[in-house]
């Protein structure tokens, strides 16, 4: 493991922003296509801004992932992660993605856990954006 330190979250953000672009534009020119998992929270915030901003990512060829959801909080709750997702990144990028899978959080948790289970197992993650939230969770 590498552990890099910055002086400040835009430094920081710029910075994971950055790299993971780069492995974003390695696999589109590999494989076609990039798959990408993005978390929620404070940490997250600046970097997916300045994700959505990087310079020649085709995000129509990307298809992105939702790291976890509340069981039974609606997409309109100030606390859905689809919500802040879809606020903070994919309706902010400059063109749609090729698709995003959404966790459905009022469902069946264990069907969407097999389905988006399933999908994951036939898409290699090219870039997670993940974090480790306040309570030190990992997320």
């Known amino acids: 493991m590498q552990v890099l330190v910055y002086p400040d979250v835009p430094t920081m953000s710029q910075a994971a922003a950055d ?3 780069a ?12 798959n990408l998992i993005v978390a929620t929270g404070a940490s997250q915030l600046t970097m997916l801004s300045r ?22 909080l609606p997409f ?14 994919v309706s902010q990028l400059p063109a749609p ?12 948790a264990q069907a969407e856990c097999r389905r988006v289970g399933e999908i994951l197992a036939s898409s290699p993650i090219d870039v997670a954006f993940v974090g480790i939230g306040e309570n030190g969770h990992l997320a």
């Open 19 to 21: 790299d993971g672009a």
């Open 23 to 34: 492995l974003i534009r390695q696999a589109l020119a590999e494989r076609g296509e990039a």
């Open 51 to 72: 994700l959505s901003q990087a310079e020649g990512v085709d995000w129509r060829r990307v298809v992105g992932f939702h790291l976890d959801e509340y069981i039974g």
């Open 76 to 89: 309109a709750h100030k606390g859905s992660f689809r919500g802040y997702l879809w606020k903070h990144f």
């Open 97 to 108: 993605l090729k698709q995003f899978h959404f966790l459905d959080g009022e469902g069946d």
